[in-house]
């Protein structure tokens, strides 16, 4: 007979652990040592909380909850990403070959550049001759094979999936139980 999922509601200290695992997923144990539980507990603290329904629910309600406040989600990523793909160099030289002013400049190319150099040299010029005047521009965008890597990634395009994901807690179990099944009706058979 299934274990009854408990209703209590949780502790402070456990929806404290749930909004630090939001900020960090990658390290529940320090999410639980942020959230007051012991440095020698933590490890098996952060376990029984994941394993915890109610846990889980808090996690995914502030996810979601995070999610409308800024506006940011799968959708957005992807959005950006695609946006980030079909950038054209186009968009910001002249037909000269010499680049744009930034404010006639597409705003993905200004919101998604990885570096942007200039530098400009003014030599002095001898003998009544002119002032000269170098410049040196340098624009680096982002890198497009990362990002159509990102683009395949995505749970709607899978282009990239290498590996079949599988519930191991969930099939393991399955087994676990059917194997009882069969033992306690063995035993009952002799």
């Given at each position: 007979?299934p274990?009854?999922?408990?209703?209590?509601?949780?502790t402070e200290?456990m929806v404290r652990?749930?909004e630090?695992y939001?900020?960090n997923?990658?390290d529940?144990?320090?999410?639980a040592?942020t959230?007051?539980?012991?440095?020698?507990?933590?490890?098996?603290?952060?376990s029984?909380l994941?394993?915890?329904?109610?846990?889980?629910?808090?996690i995914?309600?502030?996810r979601?909850?995070?999610?409308r406040?800024?506006?940011?989600?799968?959708?957005y990523?992807?959005k950006?990403?695609v946006?980030i793909?079909?950038?054209d160099?186009?968009?910001?030289?002249?037909?000269?070959g010499g680049l744009?002013p930034?404010?006639?400049w597409p705003k993905?190319?200004?919101?998604s550049?990885?570096?942007?150099d200039?530098?400009?040299?003014?030599?002095?010029g001898g003998d009544?001759?002119?002032?000269i005047?170098?410049?040196?521009q340098?624009?680096?965008?982002?890198?497009?094979?990362?990002?159509?890597?990102?683009?395949?990634k995505?749970?709607?395009?899978s282009?990239?999936k290498?590996?079949?994901?599988?519930?191991i807690?969930?099939?393991?179990?399955?087994k676990?139980?059917?194997?009882?099944?069969?033992?306690?009706?063995?035993s009952k058979?002799?």
């Amino acid at each position: 007979m299934p274990k009854p999922q408990s209703t209590k509601p949780l502790t402070e200290q456990m929806v404290r652990y749930c909004e630090e695992y939001v900020k960090n997923p990658d390290d529940q144990t320090a999410c639980a040592i942020t959230a007051g539980y012991s440095a020698a507990t933590a490890v098996n603290a952060a376990s029984r909380l994941m394993a915890d329904p109610r846990v889980k629910e808090r996690i995914i309600h502030l996810r979601q909850a995070r999610s409308r406040r800024t506006k940011i989600d799968a959708d957005y990523v992807l959005k950006r990403l695609v946006e980030i793909d079909q950038m054209d160099v186009l968009d910001i030289l002249t037909d000269e070959g010499g680049l744009k002013p930034v404010s006639q400049w597409p705003k993905v190319w200004r919101t998604s550049l990885s570096a942007m150099d200039i530098n400009r040299i003014r030599m002095a010029g001898g003998d009544g001759e002119e002032d000269i005047e170098s410049t040196m521009q340098k624009v680096k965008w982002p890198d497009k094979v990362k990002n159509l890597e990102l683009i395949g990634k995505h749970v709607g395009v899978s282009a990239f999936k290498e590996v079949q994901e599988l519930n191991i807690n969930v099939s393991l179990a399955d087994k676990l139980a059917a194997a009882r099944k069969r033992a306690a009706a063995g035993s009952k058979d002799e």
